[in-house]
């Protein structure tokens, strides 16, 4: 039996598997530019993140329809459960999508489909988090809350993500404002590749009470101090992080010192049909990689329902 657990960190569009893309082209009638499944996987070498993002973004062009959205979110919450995830935050992309001419109703009512029914058909709670592409402008931003107002009720907070150097937290200030003003949780990536100073100035600036990745903390001592005092979550990927090459080899991934400094840590799974494996896939290589103990295993999946947005009577939502 797996160890239940959380997701806080994972990107819808990212659970694409090779197999329903290729079944969803064929539906849609497009033609994808892979012969196939084996040859679209041979493209799942990764330099960077923006050269993930590009295959990303192309992938997902395949989904255009509410019963595509569907599908995909049952796909994903059918392997989740299997690796003991009890409660879900989901991240999407709508910018991703309404540039294509995707309707923002088409993304979050096809999603909802599935969501909405998961805990009766998956046994697994969710949440939904509209991310805004920060490689976009603040008034693309701006124009998505917007184009969201009509399904905030199947929206749980705001995040940032997409490409991270170059656009700093503080471009996004008066979304968050106004996300906030409409009684959005907020989350953002912050120093995944950017510096340790997007962090704080995602904490600072956008009024984050979770960090998404926050690995590059570990550059800052001051910072992991007020991480630590303030019982700020970070939701890391060790995946994902060796297949982006933000670290050299699992073996390598700062998680223990992490823990051990006292953060608290919650283990994800990013984009998990991209980077090796879902959540459990992470937990087990974190495991076998890290020689982390059963203790710390059990350590890491409570932080996973203390560090998300369930109702829950820890001291931690106190401040
Ligand atoms: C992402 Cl790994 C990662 N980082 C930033 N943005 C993303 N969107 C999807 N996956
Ligand atoms: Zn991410």
Same mark, same amino acid.
């Given at each position: 039996?797996?160890l239940?657990?959380a997701? +806080? ?8 598997e090779p197999? @329903? $893309?290729?079944?969803? *082209? &064929?539906?849609n009638? !497009? ?16 330099e960077?993140?923006q050269?993930?993002l590009?295959?990303?973004?192309e992938?997902?062009?395949v ?14 919450l059918?392997?989740a459960?299997?690796?003991g995830v009890?409660?879900a935050e ?10 294509r ?6 993304v979050v ?9 998961s805990?009766?058909?998956?046994g697994?709670?969710?949440a939904l988090? +509209?991310?805004f592409l920060?490689d ?5 931003? @701006? $124009?998505?809350?917007? *184009? &969201?107002?009509?399904? !905030? ?8 993500d997409?490409a991270e ?6 471009k996004?200030r008066?979304v968050?404002?106004a ?11 912050a120093g ?10 995602a904490?600072?600036?956008l ?10 903390c ?6 992991v101090?007020?991480l ?16 982006l090459r ?6 390598d ?7 051990d400094?006292?953060?608290l ?5 990013d ?8 959540v459990?896939?992470?937990f087990?290589?974190?495991?076998e990689?890290l020689?982390?103990?059963e203790d710390r295993?059990r350590e ?6 203390l560090?998300?947005?369930?109702e ?8």
């Amino acid at each position: 039996m797996p160890l239940p657990k959380a997701e +806080l960190h994972l990107h819808i569009e990212g659970t694409l598997e090779p197999e @329903l $893309a290729f079944a969803l *082209a &064929a539906r849609n009638g !497009l033609t994808l530019p892979w012969a196939d499944t084996e040859e679209l996987r041979h493209a799942y070498r990764f330099e960077d993140l923006q050269s993930f993002l590009n295959l990303y973004y192309e992938l997902m062009t395949v989904l255009r329809t509410e019963q595509d959205f569907e599908d995909l979110a049952n796909a994903y919450l059918a392997r989740a459960a299997a690796q003991g995830v009890r409660h879900a935050e989901i991240f999407f992309d709508p910018q991703a999508h309404l540039a294509r001419g995707v309707a923002m109703g088409t993304v979050v009512e096809g999603l909802w489909r599935a969501l909405g029914a998961s805990e009766a058909n998956h046994g697994i709670s969710t949440a939904l988090i +509209l991310c805004f592409l920060r490689d976009e402008s603040a008034a693309s931003a @701006l $124009a998505t809350l917007d *184009a &969201a107002k009509p399904h !905030l009720d199947r929206i749980t907070g705001v995040g940032l993500d997409s490409a991270e150097v170059g656009h700093p937290p503080v471009k996004f200030r008066e979304v968050f404002e106004a996300a906030a003003a409409l009684g959005l949780r907020r989350v953002a990536h912050a120093g995944e590749e950017g510096p340790p100073e997007y962090i704080t100035e995602a904490l600072d600036v956008l009024g984050v009470e979770r960090v998404d990745h926050g690995l590059r903390c570990m550059e800052d001592g001051a910072l992991v101090e007020r991480l630590v005092r303030e019982r700020i979550p970070l939701t890391l990927c060790p995946l994902s992080n060796v297949r982006l090459r933000t670290v050299d080899t699992l073996a390598d991934h700062p998680l223990p010192a992490m823990l051990d400094a006292g953060l608290l840590c919650t283990v994800n799974s990013d984009d998990p049909a991209y980077f090796g494996g879902y959540v459990g896939d992470n937990f087990d290589a974190v495991a076998e990689r890290l020689g982390l103990t059963e203790d710390r295993l059990r350590e890491l999946a409570r932080n996973s329902f203390l560090a998300s947005f369930l109702e829950h009577d820890e001291e931690r939502r106190a401040r």
